[in-house]
């Protein structure tokens, strides 16, 4: 396994502006996850995914994010008119069959985002 | 709902000396526990996980932690750290009930290993 990639590493945007971030998970890993990580604290859940279908999101989630995962594999997360509140690390992780009880989760390098 | 406490944001020790880093839960029903490394520029990496069975689990690099469920604990150690071991650790829980196995962190203990 190649591992979990993300896409880009780090992101600089102007407020008001839209980013979008790629994850591409380990290969035939049904359930893929997002978190957020701000400076000095643990990664929050944001949402995740089993093959294609979004099945939770987190109350962090607001209107201005969206994630998709198009035929199950890579996953896009989209933050619509940014603030400055936004800038955090962005992870994405997988874990292989359908997700099973302690199962681990595969973590990527993370999207870095600063919001100006 | 769940909440993990990592008391110690940084935690610095010598080469060679063991090590402790604490970390306690609080939940209402019966959790999975983890502990996960970051280094630098890179992502989370599992150390170790506690799922059933003998309390005391061993990890990858020399790492071990012991759960405590009457203290509601899963404190991590290693006998002799090296620098290489310099990094950020991040204890996390996984409740047994919710079908989406996410993780919810602490915020983590950034372990300084000096010469």
């Known amino acids: 396994d190649t591992g979990v990639s993300q896409d880009p590493r780090h992101k600089i945007t102007k407020r008001g502006q839209n980013v979008t971030f790629r994850c591409d998970p380990i290969?035939?890993?049904?359930?893929l996850y997002w978190y957020r990580q701000t400076l000095g604290q643990g990664p929050e859940f944001l949402t995740y995914f089993q093959n294609e279908a979004q099945l939770e999101k987190s109350r962090l989630l607001s209107d201005r994010f969206s994630a998709e995962r198009p035929k199950g594999s890579f996953s896009t997360l989209e933050i619509q008119r940014t603030e400055q509140g936004d800038s955090a690390m962005y992870l994405c992780a997988s874990s292989p069959l359908a997700g099973a009880p302690g199962e681990t989760q595969y973590f990527g390098p993370g999207t870095r985002l600063l919001v100006l | 709902a769940q909440s993990v406490t990592q008391l110690d944001s940084q935690v610095p020790v010598f080469e060679e000396a063991p090590v402790e880093l604490r970390c306690n839960y609080s939940s209402s029903v019966s959790v999975y526990l983890f502990w996960y490394v970051q280094y630098p520029n890179q992502g989370l990496q599992l150390l170790l996980k506690y799922l059933s069975g003998s309390t005391l689990v061993k990890g990858i690099n020399g790492f071990e932690a012991e759960f405590n469920k009457s203290q509601t604990s899963f404190h991590l150690r290693k006998p002799s750290v090296h620098i290489s071991d310099t990094a950020e650790y991040f204890c996390?829980?996984?409740?047994?009930?919710?079908?989406?196995?996410?993780?919810?962190f602490g915020s983590g203990t950034r372990l300084l290993v000096r010469p």
């Open positions: 290969s035939e890993h049904n359930r």
């Open positions: 996390a829980v996984s409740p047994w009930m919710d079908s989406s196995y996410k993780l919810i």
